[in-house]
């Protein structure tokens, strides 16, 4: 989606490049949230570690979606169809 909204809204690049980051720091805690989970059976300091990834992962989604919103809602509204190119 995002190279095609790069080449319909060109002033959307450094947002792009923001929320394509931000992927990157959530597939991380995603990652640590599953390599976490993973070991709540055999490891009782997991609960613990498991929910800081979680809180982490939820606080930062949270700004990340409220960032994309606001920055890609004006250009989304304007599309009559989908997919666009």
Do not use: Q
């Not at 790069?6 to 959307?12: G, T």
């Not at 720091?25 to 989970?37: M, P, S």
């Amino acid at each position: 989606m995002f190279p095609g909204l790069r080449r319909l809204n060109p002033a959307l690049r450094g947002v792009i490049d923001k929320l394509e980051a931000d992927h990157l720091v959530i597939a991380g805690y995603l990652d640590r949230v599953e390599a976490t989970a993973k070991r709540i059976v055999s490891d009782e300091g997991a609960r613990v570690e498991l929910a800081a990834a979680l809180t982490g992962l939820a606080e930062h989604l949270i700004v990340h979606l409220d960032y994309e919103e606001e920055n890609l809602n004006p250009t989304l509204r304007r599309l009559t169809a989908w997919p666009f190119s």
